[in-house]
């Protein structure tokens, strides 16, 4: 498999994502359970299907990319195929030395943030990323180590990986997570998703409550036909209260506002609103 990976890794940007596109529709083709799950999460967030639809190749490309974005030489720099927009609220927060937590949907090309930031930010200010570490073990090596690049990071999804986000932000660098992640039981709280509970990481709160960071928002933009990428930052929307419930409501809306930008670009067969391992919570499904 590890061959197939590096084969794949060597192809042009433009026909990895022809060949995503393939594999999106033959996935939503072949899986009813995926299927029903992409229509009812963009019913659920208000859509028509024109506008969820194109999510499906979409997925496939974000597969696809991902030989090249992990396996990429290091003298091959990522940031040529990407434009930033807004990116001096990134200097100034930075300028600012309280470190800077950034925040991003599943949507677009979220692989490609953190490399691009590392390589224009990194010199002075390193970024620490958030991983779940993949079951299988020849993924899970090959998952650590494309993730971790020159100022770029890694902290495992535990106890000893959040000592790690605290150091790097403390230290006024930066961290990024995906919010809109089921976190494990007892990580988060239900908050309104799209208006149905989903239960939603308190972690994001916990850092900034315990080093004063800045949040941000940001997210990246998967170009046509293999010609890169728009990468793009916001202030985060309001206040964060102190409560985690509320907190976790507010960083909900905050990626629903993300989301709906492009549409078209989130990942609407993830199952949002699962309840988190051992747990059969109210108001949520339980199934896999």
Known sequence: ?????????????????ILGTLMGWLTYGL???YRRRMAANGAQAGLQPAQ???AIASAGRMVMELPYLWMRRPD????????????ALLDAALARGKGVLLLTPHMGSFEVAAQAIAERFGATRPITVLYRPARKPWLRELVKTSRERPQLFAAPASLAGVR????ALRKGEMVGLLPDQVPPEGMGVWAPFFGRPAYTMTLATRLVQQTGAELLLTWVERLP?????????????EPLPADGAESAAAINRAMEGLIRQCPQQYLWGYHRYKAPRAQAAAG???EE
Request: with cysteine; net charge positive.
């Open 31 to 33: 899986s009813p359970t």
């Open 1 to 17: 498999m590890l061959t197939l990976f590096r084969c794949f890794a060597g192809l042009p940007l433009a026909l990895l994502h």
């Open 164 to 167: 790690q986000m605290i150091r």
């Open 52 to 54: 969820w639809k194109p």
């Open 76 to 87: 091959d720099p990522i940031l040529p195929r990407v434009r930033f927009e807004n990116e």
């Open 284 to 286: 949520a499904d339980s």
């Open 225 to 237: 036909h293999g010609r890169g990428y728009v990468q793009r930052f916001f202030p985060f929307p």
